[in-house]
């Protein structure tokens, strides 16, 4: 079955800075990559998604890029604010919405 | 704010017992998916329900059984409660089994003693 490694497992960056996450995945048939942001006590949300016939995508702040070759995948805020603090986890499936698999999550913190 | 509500919200429950947890799918979604997520660990699939039929399971013991109602809401039913089934348990609803997003409710937090 898929497997998702998710680094790093923690990450602590100042106010303004760059973050990035990674994940790779072992399925090729993966093709719908997700990020879930879950802040302390609540519901993952999605905060940006990916398919395999894309290579980048980009929300405001956030974007996702994609290598399918390599089977990685990587998140990156730019201009990070202390509200963007929680655990991020990327996830893979060959559905939107059918078994996603997850990384074990990122612990981003935002020093003011 | 998600229409994917779950009860209850947390659950005591002694090592043997049995326990259903109760996920009512947001207006319009026919699929529900349930994970389980230990501390520190992210979700972890443990089956789907579409149109009422399983669409697929996880790596998780017969044990965990579940239902899906004709209003597409859902149960999920665990039998004989081991320590290591503490954990929150999350349901994310969608409409259709791919290209569409999944919705998570807020969990129910489960602690086996």
């Known amino acids: 079955g898929e497997n998702v490694e998710q680094h790093p497992s923690t990450l602590s960056v100042q106010e303004g800075d760059s973050a990035v996450i990674k994940c790779t995945y072992s399925d090729s048939a993966s093709n719908y990559f997700p990020w879930y942001k879950q802040e302390l006590g609540k519901r993952p949300q999605l905060i940006i998604d990916?398919?395999?016939?894309?290579g980048e995508k980009k929300d405001q702040r956030i974007a996702v890029t994609l290598n399918k070759t390599a089977k990685h995948f990587s998140l990156h805020i730019t201009e990070t604010q202390p509200e963007d603090s929680a655990v991020y986890f990327c996830?893979?499936?060959?559905?939107?919405?059918?078994?996603?698999?997850f990384g074990k999550g990122t612990l981003l913190t935002v020093n003011p | 704010e998600t229409g994917v509500t779950q009860s209850p919200t947390h659950l005591i429950k002694t090592r043997g017992q049995q326990v259903t947890l109760r996920c009512s799918s947001q207006s319009g979604h026919n699929t529900v998916s349930w994970y389980q997520q230990a501390l520190g660990q992210g979700p972890q699939f443990i089956f789907q329900y579409y149109r009422e039929e399983e669409n697929g399971r996880g790596n998780f013991p017969p044990r965990f059984s579940g239902l899906q109602f004709p209003n597409y809401s859902s149960e999920l039913n665990v039998n004989a409660l081991e320590l290591d089934d503490s954990a929150l348990y999350l349901c994310?609803?969608?409409?259709?089994?791919?290209?569409?997003?999944?919705?998570f409710g807020q969990g129910t937090r489960l602690t086996v003693v």
């Open positions: 996830a893979a499936s060959t559905g939107s919405n059918y078994k996603l698999t």
């Open positions: 990916i398919r395999s016939n894309v």
């Open positions: 994310a609803s969608s409409s259709g089994v791919s290209n569409t997003e999944a919705f």
